[in-house]
């Protein structure tokens, strides 16, 4: 009886630890993700700012054409 009580605890403490395991590793791949989220909204940040700049430009462009 006290090997199974034994095989028991043991498997239990395997299964925590292989929890607590999964819980870091998925928090540190979220972590990445949100990183890359963030470049990317940087990147759209400066390409919807560089495609207004080009707006403005070629708004001043058919503007003076049409004088």
Same mark, same amino acid.
């Given at each position: 009886?006290? $090997?199974t009580v034994l @095989?028991?605890?043991i498997?239990?403490?395997g299964s925590v630890l292989v929890g @607590?395991?999964?819980l870091v590793l998925?928090?540190?791949l979220f972590g990445s993700l949100e990183r890359r989220i963030e470049l990317i909204e940087q $990147?759209?940040?400066q390409f919807f700012r560089t495609l207004a700049d080009q $707006?403005?430009?070629l708004? @001043?462009?058919e503007h003076k054409k049409g004088e």
């Open positions: 009886m006290t $090997d @095989i028991a605890l498997s239990s403490g @607590i395991t999964a998925s928090y540190r $990147d759209l940040k $707006d403005k430009r708004s @001043i462009l």
